[in-house]
């Protein structure tokens, strides 16, 4: 019985502590490219994959623009998850301080305390310290926060070829979780830094509105302001 409680107990404790880390707002971009090589560019930043290895018949999916081909996760962090378990795998390894949720029955150790009860807890601990150990992240949306700027990859991504006064560019368009993706844009200026890339952003759910400009590999505008169109939100 008291382990049911616990569990239930810890449950409701870590529904009420992840406010706020539910369904993001969205972010819509819209990433306009010129100069040299293009298609090389665009083909190094996509990826293809399947939905399923069940189905060898199914339509591949494109992404065609994938942070990880840019700013690549190392593969240590692929392997850890950013959840209640993690952290008190943690706690109970005295890397951080052990919150109130997360206390103990009264006489027992954290540890000990995982060790008989919630043993995942302790192997997603593990995980997340040889992760900090060797990056400085405890998990994968930490890393991606920081490296990123949003913590997850591109999606419904799009892609349209355009042709004006003789001059070629392609326009990019995918959404990311609240933030536009600066510090992608900055790395890919400097794989790229004959190109120029412009990028428009839209989040009407916190009404900004923003255009990042780089050029040869030099920062050259990052403005934002208010915005109550529809895009983004």
């Given at each position: 019985?008291?382990?049911?409680?616990?569990?239930?107990?810890?449950?409701?404790?870590?529904?009420?502590?992840?406010?706020?880390?539910?369904?993001?707002?969205?972010?819509?971009?819209?990433?306009?490219?010129?100069?040299?090589?293009?298609?090389?560019?665009?083909?190094?930043?996509?990826?293809t994959s399947t939905r399923?290895?069940?189905?060898?018949?199914?339509?591949?999916?494109?992404?065609?623009?994938?942070?990880?081909?840019?700013?690549?996760?190392?593969?240590?962090?692929?392997?850890?998850?950013?959840?209640?378990?993690?952290?008190?795998?943690?706690?109970?390894?005295?890397?951080?301080?052990?919150?109130?949720?997360?206390?103990?029955?009264?006489?027992?150790?954290?540890?000990?305390?995982?060790?008989?009860?919630?043993?995942?807890?302790?192997?997603?601990?593990?995980?997340?310290?040889?992760?900090?150990?060797?990056?400085?992240?405890?998990?994968?949306?930490?890393?991606?926060?920081?490296?990123?700027?949003?913590?997850?990859?591109?999606?419904?991504?799009?892609?349209?070829?355009?042709?004006?006064?003789?001059?070629?560019?392609?326009?990019?368009?995918?959404?990311?979780?609240?933030?536009?993706?600066?510090?992608?844009?900055?790395?890919?200026?400097?794989?790229?830094?004959?190109?120029?890339?412009?990028?428009?952003?839209?989040?009407?759910?916190?009404?900004?509105?923003?255009?990042?400009?780089?050029?040869?590999?030099?920062?050259?505008?990052?403005?934002?302001?208010?915005?109550?169109?529809?895009r983004g939100g």
């Open positions: 019985l008291r382990h049911v409680v616990y569990v239930a107990y810890d449950s409701l404790l870590y529904l009420v502590s992840t406010q706020g880390k539910g369904m993001p707002n969205w972010c819509e971009n819209d990433l306009y490219i010129y100069g040299p090589d293009q298609d090389e560019l665009l083909e190094r930043i996509r990826t399923s290895n069940q189905n060898p018949t199914e339509v591949p999916t494109v992404r065609f623009i994938d942070f990880e081909t840019i700013i690549p996760t190392p593969e240590c962090l692929l392997v850890t998850e950013a959840s209640s378990d993690a952290d008190q795998g943690l706690m109970a390894l005295g890397i951080i301080p052990i919150a109130s949720w997360a206390q103990p029955p009264k006489g027992v150790s954290l540890l000990a305390h995982l060790e008989a009860t919630r043993p995942r807890a302790l192997e997603e601990g593990r995980k997340a310290l040889k992760a900090f150990q060797e990056t400085g992240f405890y998990n994968e949306i930490d890393f991606h926060r920081e490296k990123w700027g949003t913590k997850w990859n591109a999606t419904q991504t799009r892609i349209r070829k355009r042709d004006k006064l003789k001059q070629v560019s392609h326009l990019l368009q995918f959404d990311t979780p609240w933030n536009p993706p600066k510090p992608v844009l900055q790395e890919l200026s400097k794989m790229f830094s004959k190109n120029r890339f412009s990028l428009r952003w839209f989040e009407r759910g916190m009404a900004k509105k923003g255009t990042i400009l780089y050029d040869k590999g030099e920062l050259m505008q990052d403005t934002s302001g208010e915005y109550f169109g529809k």
